[in-house]
């Protein structure tokens, strides 16, 4: 009797879905990306007008997201949306593409990345459980990622009111704790000279390699070159700021859809953008651009090498001393079980939209006594928790963020496509700055697609493939029907 619900229960608003956004765009990339970004362009400058391109990118995506959402506040979001422009094929390929990868394969990493931290404060997290022959390790950090899945996905099943109170608590803790960072790193850095130093030469771009023999080569880059490095190295702000489409799969279960859903795209990646770009300003105030690296000593190590990469921790060790390690693990932490609360929260809910469309699994459609999918939820779960087992969700997300990339200029191509096809159709929100804000963005991001094709080839060549594989897919799920 408890299943025969079909409808979802519109009980969230402006305050959860911006939550929800912004939410799910924080993880950990934040904290960890800009050493790579570091070494891969070199140059203070470039690096936060890398951050800055990004976060514009993301906003004017918001903005023309804004309009779809007015026009079909359904659960579902961008599925929807696609199939309402391409038709049945195109959206059962983003459909695919976001359960096998970029859906599950970003709740995975999130999950072990959340118990790779955990293992700072408890080191039985690093010991190995078992081992399969030479490359397959199964350790306990591992086992309490999925666990953290799991729970995560209870408490969802839970209704919507459990998941959005874990949402709103671990997102104002997060952003806290990020205003802290940057404000104390800010003030800090100032009072050195390290900020004056990083911006002495802002403009001078180089790639530094580290070699196998703890030795680095510096290649200094300029005209296309420089081009190529900061569209390649791109891909790594584009990771840490993407999931702010989320809100848009839980459409069916927020008050007045047709104006909150708008206002929450713009305001939550507004809010992300103005944030990681004074994160990085503030690792600038705090530690040096270019470093030693295998160097001991965290001003030593510089951005470029701090250790692991971590160079959130790296930083918030030069404000509070070593405590600073304990306390930025402890943010990623929130940081991470949040982010994964709203990716399953959402997540289940495009699955449902398929289900519903006949691309998904039949029961993913019923929903339980708290009118939630939680079949869809436990399908997810259950994906999600094989790819941490397997350790490939890494390789997979890095191949997948080209094909998101391809949805998101798809969906935005959509804007211009429904404007001809449904001009009379009811518009709550049209997109704002129509048609140059939506076609800038379609401009761009074809252009780092195309630049990403030349400079990194085999990683957007298996994203194609990922997303080519649901071809058939589609075809054997219909001949079947």
């Known amino acids: ?17 911006t939550s929800l956004v912004t939410g799910s765009m924080i993880g950990s990339g934040i904290f960890i990306v800009t050493s790579a970004m570091a070494r891969d362009i070199g140059s203070a400058a470039w690096l936060l007008i890398i951050w800055l391109v990004t976060g514009l990118i993301t906003v004017a995506a918001a903005l ?30 983003y459909g695919w593409t976001v359960f096998t990868v970029i859906q599950t394969g970003v709740i995975a990493a999130i999950a072990v990345t959340f118990a790779n931290y955990s293992a700072i ?37 839970k209704g919507v009111k459990s998941g959005k109170i874990i949402q709103l608590v671990l997102t104002s803790a997060k952003l806290i704790a990020l205003f802290a960072l940057i404000i104390l790193g800010i003030y800090v850095g100032l009072h050195t000279d390290v900020l004056t130093n990083n911006f002495a030469n802002m403009w001078d771009a180089s790639k530094t390699v580290l070699n196998s023999d703890g030795t680095i080569t510096v290649t200094q880059l300029t005209g296309t070159a420089l081009l190529g490095a900061a569209t390649a190295t791109m891909i790594n702000s584009l ?6 489409n989320n809100v848009t799969f839980i459409a069916g279960e927020i ?44 001003l030593d190590s510089g951005i470029m090498f701090a250790s692991n990469d971590r160079v959130g921790a790296a930083a918030a060790s030069m404000i509070m001393g070593n405590i600073g390690v304990f306390a930025m693990a402890a943010l990623i932490m929130i940081s991470t079980f949040g982010c994964n609360s709203g ?10 939209a398929m289900a519903n469309d006949g691309l998904f699994f039949k029961q993913a459609t019923e929903l339980n006594k708290n009118q939630v999918p939680a079949k869809a939820l436990w399908v997810q779960c259950i994906w999600a928790c094989i790819l941490c087992i397997s ?22 191509i959509g804007v211009f496509i429904l404007r001809k096809k449904e001009p009379n159709v009811d518009r709550p929100y049209r997109a704002f700055g129509y048609p140059i804000i939506p076609g800038l963005y379609i401009i761009v991001t074809i252009a780092i697609c195309i630049t990403l094709l030349i400079h990194d080839t085999v990683n957007t060549g298996l994203g194609l493939a990922i997303v080519s594989l649901g071809i058939p897919v589609y075809y054997f799920v219909m001949n079947k029907k």
Do not use: C
């Open 1 to 17: 009797m408890s299943e025969n619900k079909t409808e979802l229960k519109r009980s969230l608003g402006l305050i959860d879905a």
């Open 64 to 93: 023309s997201y804004g309009e779809l959402a007015g026009m079909m506040p359904n659960a579902g979001g961008q599925f929807v949306y696609i199939q309402r422009a391409y038709g049945r094929l195109v959206s059962f390929l």
């Open 121 to 157: 404060f408890f080191p039985v997290l690093d010991d190995n459980l078992f081992t399969l022959g030479t490359g397959f390790v199964f350790s306990s950090s591992k086992l309490l990622a999925i666990i953290s899945i799991i729970l995560l996905t209870f408490i969802n099943t």
């Open 239 to 244: 990771f840490s700021s993407d999931a702010w």
């Open 255 to 298: 008050k007045e859809p047709k104006k909150n859903i708008p206002r929450s795209l713009f305001l939550g990646t507004l809010i992300v953008t103005i944030i990681y770009v004074l994160a990085n300003l503030a690792y600038l105030a705090l530690l040096p651009m270019h470093g030693i690296p295998n160097s001991t000593n965290v």
């Open 343 to 352: 990716l399953i929260l959402s997540g289940g809910r495009l699955f449902y």
């Open 391 to 412: 350790g490939k969700f890494g390789d997979l997300l890095t191949y997948a963020t080209f094909a998101s990339l391809l949805f998101y200029i798809l969906t935005i």
